[in-house]
């Protein structure tokens, strides 16, 4: 794959389609795969990278990169598709300066899954059969593929590319996904249970704002929470209202926008499950407006900024946040 | 440094009863930059407002709060006050300590608090008030009235006599509605037709009225005296401008075998037809329902005897979109649906007819020529029962809790005309109360008791049985003579309650107007704006408003007319300056404003930027023209980077309230 890759890139800077490469390179480990910006084919063959621990959605760069000079190669995983096409909604990139070249997705390989069965030093990774051959300073260690796989990969919505200009591979489909699993436990815990879960998870929040650096839908010209006027600016997590409201508000500020691409939880250092937020909006929208997938199209009315005389009243709404 | 005046009003008893408002001035007075806090038993008296007028020039205030009723009463006179003493209008604030606090608590100490913490909200937020300045906007020199019945013919020809042109939409494919349907008015007994008839082809003659018949209002954009309203001309398959209304076609029709809506449905009309004789336009329209042509592609009878060749079964709906500066709904109203009553048997017996139905077996234009027959053997009847109060009044779910307020004078005005005409028949009405306010109207009743012996019986019908003899059984009661009855009837007349059309509730939604419980168009206000809607430039004429008779609605439709005209001559219109305007530093040019606003008052535009790198960028930022915006403020919310604000009421105002609130 990653070879067909770094060929396609190469064919497209030598044709003059493009004249810059969005791609991934290794980072200071074999699994710190990180968004780079290539211009020649000899950057691309020393650098490039392609791998299984390559899961950095790359949408959320094209936003800047689109308004420079002459057009990108971007190669989008289906997930990040649904993130590209929800810009291009919003009007926050250039649909003619962005190349897309679609790639089959994952799973991905999550690192810290790795980690967690005592295993460190890895130099890279090796797929056999679905059990993973790792190699680290220390020899040769094996644990099943499905067991070190992402957590946004084991729920993954759709194998689909929802937009772009070529693809390499066949495109798949929309999947039927367990994702809201997880929001239905805790929407059926109490109130007092579910106060302790969410308490628990962002109290480990240290306000690094990886999260919001990372989310493709985090793109506003000034964020609320850098603006001084705000009255919000840059504010430690002092004090757990702090902790809480931070994550809450984010989630509000992307509902109906998010995509649920996962890399919000992906980034987090702390393991905080922050997609769960993200999805409760979701599920919440299917069921109050109707089945809603944002970035699946470029024209269609979002429910929260729509209004059709079939829309729920406010009471229902209220009715369930009653206990 | 703001130097703020707190004016706490007594309003009377309204407020002072409940709120100790010297404690309220009081503690107000102790609020960060108040710098004097009164109260006084009328603040919007002329006493009360010099009060505020002299207070603002001897202490040079920067800001005002005034904790008194709702600002829908009150904002406007003290706004004007301040104007009057060199104050910004708009550093005014108004604390609603009566709708929201006095009238709706009991204990002093609780409703005392209350009116403080209002009173601090007020004064948080007038810290952050910015002086405002009205713009002004332009009015459409045009009228829209949804509906061509009586209502809407009137208001219509009012606001043409003044110059203006109006355009009348109405649904069916002739207008007249309601009163053309009856046969004679109350309580002059002449002949409906030959009073409302001449008013239609006055509209349709009149150069500044223009009819859109079988035609719907399908959408409605912008705001007072820039309304943009879209009007669906549905398909009649037959060329407006063509069709002369001979009515060659609707002879030549084989298909004859159409329930005749004219006629509720009492004979038949058809599948091409023109509604009754007078109708106008008279142009014909094919019912694609029975058209055989339409359903079959067989027969093209009326397209072959057409000699103007206006038929055209290929047709399309036509959608026109055009400006108004004011808009008047007269969508009238409907006898309601009886399937409900099977105690009255109206659905098993022909001869248990509605009254409009009544009207329509007694109309010389009528399936019978005029002559009173039983519709199950057209033979004449002899004894009819006539049964008020079928659904109004009524504490069920079945009926409507109102008065239809024009029964107990139509079924008069009926039960008189058949002794008349018929003095061999006995004829029983039986009733709750009889209403009979109005001019002449009691008179006009007791002739039909008096003079004319009519039977009226205080009671209710419990049930209507239909016998294999022909004869209904009515059971009833008596309650002053305290018997029950049985009356073996030719005939059983129903007053069924009146309802608002059914297209008012879409209707209400697309205009934002208000609706009550029962579907009635809410007035601004009951007493004092009885013809205007709470939305600016939209007003209520005839039934669509509540129930009423044919003089009650002519008047309320000359009166919705002349609030029209006041609109209408005016070259422009004093805008709201809280309006929306964006941070275009922040705006991401994300479009989430421009897809919520009601008004369309939010384009795009590509402007350049110095960047913080010292860079130039285009970048894509919402603009909002604010003499269309009208300030709802839907965009403040829907702006993910918070780049919306709204003049008067922005974010950070809301926000210090709130936290004066929750201190």
Same mark, same amino acid.
């Given at each position: 794959?990653?070879?067909?890759?770094?060929?396609?890139?190469?064919?497209?800077?030598?044709?003059?389609?493009?004249?810059?490469?969005?791609?991934?390179?290794?980072?200071?480990?074999?699994?710190?795969?990180?968004?780079?910006?290539?211009?020649?084919?000899? !950057?691309?063959? $020393?650098?490039?990278?392609?791998? &299984? #621990?390559?899961?950095?959605?790359? *949408? +959320?760069?094209?936003?800047?990169?689109?308004?420079?000079?002459?057009?990108?190669?971007?190669?989008?995983?289906?997930?990040?598709?649904?993130?590209?096409?929800?810009?291009?909604?919003?009007?926050?990139?250039?649909?003619?300066?962005?190349?897309?070249?679609?790639?089959?997705?994952?799973?991905?390989?999550?690192?810290?899954?790795?980690?967690?069965?005592?295993?460190?030093?890895?130099?890279?990774?090796?797929?056999?059969?679905?059990?993973?051959?790792?190699?680290?300073?220390?020899?040769?260690?094996?644990?099943?593929?499905?067991?070190?796989?992402?957590?946004?990969?084991?729920?993954?919505?759709?194998?689909?590319?929802?937009?772009?200009?070529?693809?390499?591979?066949?495109?798949?489909?929309?999947?039927?996904?367990?994702?809201?699993?997880?929001?239905?436990?805790? !929407?059926?815990? $109490?109130?007092?249970?579910?106060? &302790? #879960?969410?308490?628990?998870?962002? *109290? +480990?929040?240290?306000?690094?704002?990886?999260?919001?650096?990372?989310?493709?839908?985090?793109?506003?010209?000034?964020?609320?929470?850098?603006?001084?006027?705000?009255?919000?600016?840059?504010?430690?997590?002092?004090?757990?209202?702090?902790?809480?409201?931070?994550?809450?508000?984010?989630?509000?500020?992307?509902?109906?926008?998010?995509?649920?691409?996962?890399?919000?939880?992906?980034?987090?250092?702390?393991?905080?499950?922050?997609?769960?937020?993200?999805?409760?909006?979701?599920?919440?929208?299917?069921?109050?407006?109707?089945?809603?997938?944002?970035?699946?199209?470029?024209?269609?009315?979002?429910?929260?900024?729509?209004?059709?005389?079939?829309?729920?009243?406010?009471?229902?709404?209220?009715?369930?946040?009653?206990? | 440094?703001?130097?703020?005046?707190?004016?706490?009003?007594?309003?009377?008893?309204?407020?002072?009863?409940?709120?100790?408002?010297?404690?309220?001035?009081?503690?107000?007075?102790?609020?960060?930059?108040?710098?004097?806090?009164?109260?006084?038993?009328?603040?919007?008296?002329?006493?009360?407002?010099?009060?505020?007028?002299?207070?603002?020039?001897?202490?040079?205030?920067?800001?005002?709060?005034?904790?008194?009723?709702?600002?829908?009463?009150?904002?406007?006179?003290?706004?004007?006050?301040?104007?009057?003493?060199?104050?910004?209008?708009?550093?005014?604030?108004?604390?609603?300590?009566?709708?929201?606090?006095?009238?709706?608590?009991?204990?002093?100490?609780?409703?005392?608090?209350?009116?403080?913490?209002?009173?601090?909200?007020?004064?948080?937020?007038?810290?952050?008030?910015?002086?405002?300045?009205?713009?002004?906007?332009?009015?459409?020199?045009?009228?829209?009235?949804?509906?061509?019945?009586?209502?809407?013919?009137?208001?219509?020809?009012?606001?043409?006599?003044?110059?203006?042109?109006?355009?009348?939409?109405?649904?069916?494919?002739?207008?007249?509605?309601?009163?053309?349907?009856?046969?004679?008015?109350?309580?002059?007994?002449?002949?409906?037709?030959?009073?409302?008839?001449?008013?239609?082809?006055?509209?349709?003659?009149?150069?500044?009225?223009?009819?859109?018949?079988?035609?719907?209002?399908?959408?409605?954009?912008?705001?007072?005296?820039?309304?943009?309203?879209?009007?669906?001309?549905?398909?009649?398959?037959?060329?407006?401008?063509?069709?002369?209304?001979?009515?060659?076609?609707?002879?030549?029709?084989?298909?004859?075998?159409?329930?005749?809506?004219?006629?509720?449905?009492?004979?038949?009309?058809?599948?091409?037809?023109?509604?009754?004789?007078?109708?106008?336009?008279?142009?014909?329209?094919?019912?694609?329902?029975?058209?055989?042509?339409?359903?079959?592609?067989?027969?093209?009878?009326?397209?072959?005897?057409?000699?103007?060749?206006?038929?055209?079964?290929?047709?399309?709906?036509?959608?026109?979109?055009?400006?108004?500066?004011?808009?008047?709904?007269?969508?009238?109203?409907?006898?309601?649906?009886?399937?409900?009553?099977?105690?009255?048997?109206?659905?098993?017996?022909?001869?248990?007819?509605?009254?409009?139905?009544?009207?329509?077996?007694?109309?010389?234009?009528?399936?019978?020529?005029?002559?009173?027959?039983?519709?199950?053997?057209?033979?004449?009847?002899?004894?009819?029962?006539?049964?008020?109060?079928?659904?109004?009044?009524?504490?069920?779910?079945?009926?409507?809790?109102?008065?239809?307020?024009?029964?107990?004078?139509?079924?008069?005005?009926?039960?008189?005309?058949?002794?008349?005409?018929?003095?061999?028949?006995?004829?029983?009405?039986?009733?709750?109360?009889?209403?009979?306010?109005?001019?002449?109207?009691?008179?006009?009743?007791?002739?039909?008791?008096?003079?004319?012996?009519?039977?009226?019986?205080?009671?209710?019908?419990?049930?209507?049985?239909?016998?294999?003899?022909?004869?209904?059984?009515?059971?009833?009661?008596?309650?002053?003579?305290?018997?029950?009855?049985?009356?073996?009837?030719?005939?059983?007349?129903?007053?069924?309650?009146?309802?608002?059309?059914?297209?008012?509730?879409?209707?209400?939604?697309?205009?934002?107007?208000?609706?009550?419980?029962?579907?009635?168009?809410?007035?601004?206000?009951?007493?004092?704006?009885?013809?205007?809607?709470?939305?600016?430039?939209?007003?209520?004429?005839?039934?669509?408003?509540?129930?009423?008779?044919?003089?009650?609605?002519?008047?309320?439709?000359?009166?919705?007319?002349?609030?029209?005209?006041?609109?209408?001559?005016?070259?422009?219109?004093?805008?709201?300056?809280?309006?929306?305007?964006?941070?275009?530093?922040?705006?991401?040019?994300?479009?989430?404003?421009?897809?919520?606003?009601?008004?369309?008052?939010?384009?795009?535009?590509?402007?350049?930027?110095?960047?913080?790198?010292?860079?130039?960028?285009?970048?894509?930022?919402?603009?909002?023209?604010?003499?269309?915006?009208?300030?709802?403020?839907?965009?403040?919310?829907?702006?993910?980077?918070?780049?919306?604000?709204?003049?008067?009421?922005?974010?950070?105002?809301?926000?210090?309230?709130?936290?004066?609130?929750?201190?």
């Amino acid at each position: 794959m990653q070879e067909a890759m770094i060929n396609k890139a190469k064919q497209l800077l030598a044709d003059g389609t493009v004249n810059r490469v969005i791609g991934w390179k290794r980072g200071e480990f074999a699994y710190d795969i990180t968004p780079a910006v290539f211009e020649s084919a000899e !950057e691309l063959d $020393s650098e490039f990278v392609y791998d &299984d #621990f390559t899961s950095a959605n790359v *949408s +959320k760069y094209l936003v800047k990169e689109c308004k420079k000079e002459g057009r990108i190669l971007a190669f989008l995983k289906p997930c990040d598709t649904y993130s590209f096409n929800q810009l291009i909604k919003e009007h926050r990139v250039v649909r003619e300066n962005v190349y897309i070249v679609g790639i089959p997705g994952g799973p991905k390989l999550d690192a810290e899954k790795i980690k967690a069965k005592g295993i460190t030093g890895i130099l890279g990774v090796k797929n056999e059969n679905y059990t993973l051959k790792i190699d680290t300073v220390y020899g040769e260690e094996t644990m099943p593929f499905y067991e070190a796989i992402l957590d946004k990969c084991a729920s993954c919505k759709s194998k689909k590319h929802v937009v772009y200009d070529e693809l390499i591979g066949e495109d798949g489909d929309v999947l039927d996904s367990n994702r809201f699993d997880m929001v239905e436990k805790l !929407e059926n815990m $109490s109130a007092q249970e579910r106060y &302790d #879960f969410w308490r628990e998870q962002l *109290s +480990k929040c240290i306000r690094c704002n990886a999260c919001r650096n990372v989310c493709p839908a985090c793109t506003c010209e000034k964020c609320v929470f850098d603006n001084p006027n705000s009255g919000v600016e840059n504010k430690a997590p002092a004090d757990s209202f702090e902790e809480n409201m931070f994550h809450i508000i984010r989630a509000f500020h992307v509902a109906g926008r998010c995509t649920d691409c996962g890399e919000c939880s992906r980034v987090c250092p702390q393991n905080i499950p922050l997609h769960l937020l993200n999805r409760k909006f979701i599920k919440d929208i299917n069921s109050l407006y109707g089945e809603y997938q944002a970035g699946e199209d470029t024209t269609s009315r979002a429910p929260l900024n729509d209004y059709n005389k079939d829309d729920c009243e406010a009471s229902i709404v209220h009715e369930r946040g009653v206990e | 440094m703001q130097r703020i005046g707190v004016f706490v009003c007594h309003c009377g008893t309204n407020i002072a009863a409940t709120v100790d408002v010297k404690t309220v001035a009081e503690t107000l007075g102790h609020e960060p930059g108040v710098v004097i806090s009164q109260d006084y038993q009328y603040m919007c008296s002329e006493s009360g407002q010099n009060l505020v007028k002299n207070a603002i020039k001897e202490h040079n205030l920067t800001g005002v709060v005034v904790c008194s009723c709702s600002p829908r009463m009150h904002e406007n006179t003290f706004r004007k006050a301040a104007a009057a003493a060199g104050l910004n209008p708009y550093l005014v604030e108004i604390a609603n300590i009566r709708e929201q606090c006095s009238w709706i608590h009991k204990d002093i100490a609780t409703a005392t608090e209350k009116a403080v913490i209002l009173g601090k909200a007020a004064v948080a937020k007038v810290h952050l008030n910015a002086p405002l300045t009205a713009g002004e906007s332009p009015v459409a020199k045009r009228a829209l009235v949804i509906g061509g019945g009586i209502a809407g013919i009137q208001t219509a020809l009012d606001i043409a006599e003044a110059g203006f042109d109006v355009d009348i939409v109405e649904k069916n494919p002739t207008i007249g509605g309601k009163m053309a349907q009856i046969d004679k008015t109350f309580p002059t007994l002449d002949c409906a037709a030959c009073i409302l008839t001449p008013k239609m082809v006055e509209a349709s003659q009149n150069e500044h009225i223009t009819i859109h018949s079988f035609s719907e209002v399908t959408d409605v954009k912008g705001f007072v005296g820039n309304f943009t309203v879209t009007i669906k001309k549905k398909a009649r398959y037959v060329d407006e401008t063509k069709c002369t209304g001979c009515g060659l076609c609707t002879e030549k029709c084989p298909m004859k075998k159409v329930p005749n809506e004219f006629n509720m449905g009492l004979d038949n009309r058809s599948a091409i037809y023109i509604p009754f004789a007078q109708a106008v336009p008279k142009v014909a329209t094919i019912d694609p329902n029975y058209c055989m042509m339409m359903k079959t592609g067989k027969c093209g009878a009326c397209s072959k005897v057409c000699s103007v060749g206006a038929i055209d079964y290929k047709q399309q709906d036509k959608f026109i979109e055009q400006k108004y500066g004011a808009i008047v709904v007269a969508t009238g109203f409907n006898p309601i649906n009886l399937d409900k009553y099977d105690e009255f048997a109206y659905n098993q017996c022909p001869d248990v007819v509605t009254s409009l139905e009544l009207e329509r077996l007694m109309n010389a234009a009528g399936p019978n020529g005029g002559t009173l027959l039983r519709p199950s053997d057209k033979t004449h009847p002899h004894k009819i029962v006539f049964v008020q109060c079928v659904g109004s009044r009524c504490d069920d779910s079945k009926g409507k809790p109102y008065c239809s307020k024009i029964c107990c004078m139509y079924t008069a005005k009926h039960a008189m005309l058949i002794r008349e005409k018929y003095p061999d028949t006995e004829v029983y009405v039986f009733y709750i109360d009889v209403r009979t306010p109005g001019k002449n109207f009691d008179e006009f009743y007791r002739r039909a008791v008096e003079q004319y012996n009519v039977h009226y019986i205080k009671g209710m019908v419990g049930k209507v049985t239909p016998r294999s003899d022909g004869k209904i059984d009515v059971q009833a009661s008596d309650l002053l003579a305290n018997e029950q009855l049985h009356i073996d009837a030719d005939m059983v007349v129903l007053a069924a309650a009146i309802e608002p059309d059914k297209t008012a509730r879409p209707l209400a939604t697309m205009l934002t107007t208000q609706m009550d419980t029962n579907d009635f168009f809410t007035e601004a206000h009951p007493k004092l704006r009885p013809v205007e809607s709470a939305t600016a430039g939209i007003f209520l004429s005839g039934a669509c408003q509540g129930p009423k008779d044919i003089p009650e609605t002519v008047a309320q439709a000359s009166a919705a007319a002349a609030k029209a005209i006041g609109l209408l001559v005016k070259n422009s219109i004093t805008c709201n300056p809280c309006v929306a305007h964006s941070d275009e530093l922040m705006c991401n040019g994300c479009s989430s404003c421009e897809k919520v606003c009601p008004y369309g008052a939010i384009t795009y535009i590509d402007k350049e930027f110095r960047m913080p790198d010292r860079t130039t960028a285009l970048r894509r930022v919402a603009s909002v023209n604010p003499a269309v915006c009208q300030g709802c403020g839907a965009c403040t919310v829907a702006c993910p980077s918070g780049a919306m604000d709204l003049n008067g009421f922005s974010n950070s105002q809301i926000m210090a309230e709130v936290d004066a609130i929750c201190k």
